[in-house]
C-alpha cells in the first residue's frame, strides 16, 4: 500500500475495563487509531478507566458502543459469557472485532461466528492469545524454524494458574457453564501449534475437580490431555487451576537436535545427553509482554498494512482442540478434532 495514501484513524471501542484498560492503553498509542469509547457496567470501574483518557466517551451499556456507527473497532474483554452476543452483534454492524478469550463459550457459537464472518469478508476478527508476543517464545520459534530442533517429536505445556479462587469464588464461577480449558488451556493450545507449525488431530483427555471439591464450582479444575499432531508427533496439554504454584506456562519441547525445556526466570535448551555439556540458559524475556500487545499487528491488518499475528484461522482453530479436549475429558473417549 502507498505510504502517502490518507488513511482515516480507526474509531476503537472497548467494552469491559478490567484487561481491557490494557486494550484502551495499547489503542491509544497506536497513530492509526483513536480510541473513542469506553464501556463498563461498573459506574465506579468506568470513571477511573476513562478518566485516564481525556475526550473518551463512558459508557455503561455495552449497546450504545456495539449499536455506534461511528466506531469502526470493538475490543471486548467483558465476562465471557458475554463475548459471544457482543461479537455477533458487533459483526453484524460492520464493526472489526478483538476479542478476549475464549471468544466464545460453546461450538455452536463459534460456528454462527464463523457463519457471520463468510457473510462479511471485510471484516477482521482476532483473540488475545498473547503468549506469541512472549518473548522468549518468540525466540524459541525461531530456533525451530532455523532448524535448531531437527525434528519435533514430543511437545508438552502446562497451564499452571494457581488461582483457584477465580472459579470457586468469582465471576467464572457463576456461569452456568465455565471450562478452564477454553478459558486458560486456549493459550498453550494456540502456542504449541504456532511453535510447531502443525495442527493437532486427535485427543485424549481426563479431568477431576478435587482442588474445587465442595465449592459449587461445576465443571473440572484440572485436565490432561494426550495430543496427537498431523506431523505424527504427540504431546500433552495440562490446566490446571488448583495448583499450589505461582501463575507459569510450563513447557517442554524434544526435537531429534534439541530439548527445550521453560522455567520462570530462564529457560535450558539442550544439545546432547552428555551431561558434561551444559545447556544453553535462553534469559529471554517471559512473559515480558503488554497485554495489549497483538493489537497494532491488528490494526494493520484491518488496513491492509500487514497480516495479524492471530488470524481468524488461528482464533478458530485454537478453540476447536479445547472443544475437543472438553468433550473427551467428559466421555472418556479419544476425539478428534473438528475444525470450525
Not at 455495552?62 to 461511528?70: E, G, H, N, R, V
Not at 503488554?290 to 482464533?315: C, N, P, T, W, Y
Request: a negative charge; one cysteine or more; charged letters at 20%.
Amino acid at each position: 500500500m502507498d505510504s502517502d495514501v490518507f488513511m482515516p484513524k480507526l474509531r476503537v471501542g472497548v467494552i469491559g475495563l478490567g484487561v481491557g484498560a490494557k486494550h484502551a492503553e495499547a489503542i491509544a498509542r497506536i497513530p492509526e487509531c483513536e480510541l473513542a469509547a469506553v464501556c463498563d457496567k461498573n459506574p465506579t470501574t468506568l470513571a477511573a478507566i476513562a478518566g485516564t483518557f481525556p475526550g473518551v466517551t463512558a459508557l455503561e451499556r455495552d449497546t450504545d458502543l456495539l449499536d455506534d456507527p461511528s466506531i469502526d473497532l470493538v475490543c471486548i474483554a467483558s465476562y465471557d459469557d458475554c463475548h459471544f452476543s457482543q461479537t455477533l452483534r458487533a459483526l453484524e454492524r460492520g464493526k472489526h472485532v478483538f476479542v478476549e478469550k475464549p471468544f466464545v463459550l460453546h461450538e455452536v457459537e463459534a460456528i454462527r461466528v464463523r457463519e457471520q464472518l463468510s457473510r462479511r469478508p471485510d471484516l477482521r476478527l482476532s483473540s488475545n492469545l498473547i503468549l506469541r508476543r512472549s518473548p522468549r517464545f518468540l525466540d524459541l520459534r525461531q530456533r525451530i524454524q532455523a532448524g535448531q530442533f531437527g525434528d519435533l517429536y514430543h511437545l508438552e505445556a502446562e497451564y499452571n494458574y494457581g488461582r483457584l479462587e477465580k472459579i470457586t469464588e468469582g465471576w467464572r464461577g457463576k456461569l452456568p457453564f465455565y471450562s478452564v480449558v477454553h478459558g486458560g488451556g486456549v493459550h498453550v493450545a494456540d502456542l504449541l501449534m504456532w511453535l510447531a507449525h502443525d495442527r493437532i488431530l486427535e485427543v485424549s483427555a481426563v479431568g477431576n475437580a478435587l482442588a474445587s471439591q465442595g465449592s459449587g464450582f461445576g465443571n473440572f479444575d484440572n485436565v490432561v490431555a494426550i495430543l496427537r499432531f498431523a506431523s505424527g508427533a504427540i504431546g500433552k496439554l495440562g490446566v490446571n487451576f488448583g495448583c499450589r504454584l505461582p501463575h507459569f506456562h510450563a513447557m517442554a519441547l524434544y526435537g531429534t537436535k534439541a530439548t527445550f525445556l521453560n522455567g520462570r526466570d530462564c529457560a535450558w535448551l539442550y544439545t546432547s545427553a552428555d551431561p558434561h555439556v551444559p545447556p544453553l540458559i535462553l534469559n529471554t524475556a517471559y512473559p515480558g509482554v503488554h497485554k495489549g500487545g497483538l493489537l497494532e499487528s491488528f490494526v494493520a491488518a484491518i488496513q491492509g498494512r500487514g497480516k495479524a499475528e492471530v488470524s481468524e484461522e488461528d482464533v478458530f482453530a485454537s478453540l476447536s482442540v479445547c472443544f475437543a479436549i472438553e468433550r473427551s475429558a467428559h466421555s472418556g473417549l479419544p476425539v478428534k478434532v473438528d475444525y470450525v
